[in-house]
């Protein structure tokens, strides 16, 4: 994050009141593409005022290209490895919120770091909520099939199991505001004392 980013954050954060807590591990945003890891990652490094992370932005910015033009260069196992390695670097950093694609928690290699030096929080979203946010999108290279929703069906149902071993679990639904979520993901992050201080 740059220093203007994360100023940002930490004025944005000053809007919301105080200070919920203080961060002692990263929090690591999990779930399917649509969840809301960004948008609720954001707003929620605001509220902590805490560096907030983006592992597909960091990726594209050490390679100077689109994730979509990395897969189309050098395939998804390529993207696997330099994502695995941009993850691991931001752990290592900073304590923040850190948003992450949406295949990152299906190696068990991320989720046992993920889980060692931080806390990984999935975003559960019903398969229709996913949909709805991500059908006027071309920029999915995991979505530009024949079918995209049959092919957004079958990511849905073979990663659900693997994003239900997350360490918490946050429901993201299309009635409740970004702000909404954020307050149940510091309500589970509440039952954490080994990841998030609370204030006095």
Not at 29 to 40: D, I, L, P, Q, S
Not at 63 to 68: D, E, Q, V, W
Not at 113 to 118: K, L, N, V
Not at 131 to 158: M, S
Request: glycine residues 8%; hydrophobic residues 45%.
């Amino acid at each position: 994050m740059s220093e203007i980013e994360h100023n940002a954050a930490a004025e944005a954060g000053k809007k919301t009141g105080p200070r919920p807590g203080r961060l002692k591990k990263t929090v690591v945003m999990v779930g399917m593409m649509g969840a809301g890891k960004t948008a609720v990652g954001r707003a929620l490094a605001a509220r902590l005022r805490a560096p907030f992370l983006d592992s597909d932005h960091e990726i594209e910015a050490a390679a100077n290209m689109t994730i979509p033009e990395i897969f189309a260069r050098d395939g998804e196992a390529f993207f696997r490895k330099k994502e695995s390695q941009v993850i691991a670097r931001l752990l290592a950093e900073a304590r923040g919120v850190l948003s992450t694609g949406g295949g990152a928690f299906l190696s068990e290699a991320n989720r046992d770091m993920i889980s060692d030096r931080g806390v990984s929080v999935w975003l559960n979203a019903d398969l229709d909520v996913l949909w709805n946010r991500v059908r006027h999108r071309d920029h999915r290279p995991l979505l530009k099939t024949a079918d995209p929703y049959e092919t957004l069906k079958e990511l849905y149902e073979a990663r659900v199991p693997l994003y239900a071993r997350a360490d918490l679990v946050v429901r993201s639904d299309a009635q409740t505001p970004v702000e909404g979520v954020v307050d149940r993901v510091l309500a589970a992050l509440a039952t954490r004392p080994d990841v998030l201080e609370m204030e006095e």
